[in-house]
């Protein structure tokens, strides 16, 4: 487990603001205490810092999981938020998807159209559940 790298940080605060903007700096510094995000395995965990200070103990082989999985990193280094996120996210999102058309299109598009494309699901979580941890 090791601290985000600058690009990492950056790729994943820019996904981070599309939903939340400004908003970050009330994930990092609460008060119930000071948070901070950790890359293990490609996924970015959300914890606290006495979370963190404990985990330090376990070895890295033995560190399955620990705080909230944000996300993840692909291949390519690009930012996947997991469904595990949005309690945190949702008090203060703007709202979760991104919009596929504006909303005068969305007034007379057919039932079929794509009008938001959906960043995770409940279903996508039970199909993954055993691949998060």
């Not at 970050?24 to 609460?30: E, F, T």
């Not at 205490?33 to 200070?53: A, P």
């Not at 390519?76 to 979760?96: E, Q, W």
Request: charged content about 30%; aromatic content about 10%.
């Amino acid at each position: 487990m090791r601290p985000l790298t600058e690009e990492e940080t950056k790729t994943m605060f820019e996904k981070l603001s599309k939903y939340i903007g400004e908003n970050i700096k009330l994930l990092v510094d609460r008060p119930d205490g000071t948070f901070c995000f950790r890359l293990h395995n490609d996924r970015v965990y959300y914890m606290s810092e006495k979370i963190l200070k404990l985990a330090t103990n376990i070895s890295r082989d033995k560190l399955v999981s620990v705080g909230t999985c944000f996300g993840k990193f692909t291949k390519t280094i690009k930012f996947r938020l997991h469904i595990t996120a949005l309690d945190f996210l949702a008090p203060y999102a703007k709202g979760f998807g991104v919009a596929a058309k504006n909303t005068q299109e969305c007034r007379r598009v057919d039932p079929m159209s794509i009008v938001v494309f959906h960043q995770a699901d409940v279903g996508e979580f039970i199909r993954n559940e055993d691949t998060l941890t």
